[in-house]
């Protein structure tokens, strides 16, 4: 009988919270899940997509391992985010993957704005030119080393082993291309704490990616300033998890514009350029996972200023889920902002 093919554990390290998630394989093609589950990390200790207090994180990820009783620590995965990466599409003249790996560092400068000596670089290509003359579609990944390094150094610490470091964007498309089948040309938004992942997707494969610096943190402290509440109970108004009073709701209501105007924006201008590139590929939806997905009035508004279908996306969907460890209402409540960890965490353990 075949052995089947180990996956790594998929870490998502945001700025409010840790959250792991373990899949196995099912079967020919499907999946199983079989350990999911988040824990707070102190304010501060990561701060824009960089690691500032290891022992709390690293602490917070090595409890969470514990209750979750994962066993396969040699081979985990986690993904990074922010100033510290910088993913571009370029068109470039090559031979062969081969020979552009080999002067990849000279190619690369003229695109990275950090000294080419501090940072791990890779690439992926999306479209091999026809004929020596005709240029090939790139997208160049580089990460700052000392960030990388530093998670790195904080996972060993804890007796953990490392073994696939990723983009947030990427693990997203990763999970979504595997839940979908990805045939359609969408635009992946993921709404964290403290920034949002937008990732477009044509043809099957990722032709935009962008972090922008703004989450659903920014709704929940203004709300709380503006109607003089404390932090939860600002959260759970955002979520719709407890009702507003009467008094409140028109302030709530410029709140709520306020802010995701600002998100819409972003997304807006992700689109825009898109099409003027692609006019000929129209995007079919939104997909929308992330915590700040769940803010209230959030996927009608969304629907209402860009004009496109939105879709909650749910990373589990069709996958076998091992009810002896996973309550499935609890899966059902955190799904959303489980996407990365998830895209993760059907990676290959080997290369």
């Not at 600002?262 to 825009?272: F, S």
């Not at 700040?292 to 496109?308: C, D, M, N, P």
Request: charged share 30%; proline share 2%; hydrophobic share 40%.
């Amino acid at each position: 009988m075949a052995k089947k093919e180990k996956l790594v554990v998929g870490i998502d390290i945001g700025s409010h919270a840790v959250k792991i998630c373990q899949i196995q394989r099912s079967g020919k093609d499907g999946y199983q899940l079989v350990a999911l589950g988040s824990a707070a990390i102190s304010p501060g200790a990561v701060e824009d997509g960089v690691l500032q207090d290891a022992e709390d994180v690293g602490t917070a990820i090595a409890e969470l391992c514990k209750n979750l009783k994962i066993k396969n620590k040699e081979r985990v995965g986690l993904s990074i985010s922010g100033y510290s990466v910088i993913v571009k599409k370029i068109n470039i003249e090559m031979e062969s993957e081969a020979e552009l790996a080999e002067r990849l560092n000279e190619e690369a400068e003229q695109y990275i704005p950090f000294d080419i000596n501090e940072v791990y670089l890779d690439f992926q290509v999306l479209k091999a030119g026809e004929d020596e003359f005709d240029r090939s579609e790139v997208m160049l990944v580089a990460a700052k080393k000392e960030v990388i390094d530093g998670y790195r150094s904080m996972l060993e610490a804890q007796k953990l082993v490392p073994t696939l470091v990723d983009v947030d964007g990427f693990a997203l498309e990763n999970i979504w291309t595997t839940v979908s089948g990805g045939h359609k040309n969408v635009c992946l938004i993921d709404i964290g704490a403290s920034k949002m992942n937008i990732n477009i997707i044509a043809d099957g494969a990722s032709v935009l990616a962008r972090d922008v610096v703004m989450g659903s943190d920014d709704l929940s402290r203004e709300i709380a300033n503006t109607l003089d509440l404390d932090y939860e109970e600002a959260e759970h108004i955002k979520t719709g998890r407890i009702e507003a009073q009467e008094e409140y709701k028109e302030e709530l209501h410029d709140i709520f514009i306020q802010i995701c105007t600002r998100w819409v924006l972003e997304v807006k201008k992700a689109i825009d350029l898109y099409s003027n590139n692609n006019p000929k590929k129209p995007l079919s939806a939104l997909v929308l996972s992330g915590g700040g997905s769940k803010v209230l009035g959030l996927k009608s508004y969304l629907a209402s200023e860009t004009g496109l279908e939105v879709v909650a996306f749910n990373p589990f969907e069709g996958m076998k889920v091992n009810e002896k460890k996973i309550d499935l209402e609890y899966l059902e409540a955190v799904a959303p902002e489980m996407s990365i960890a998830a895209g993760l965490a059907i990676r290959p353990a080997e290369f």
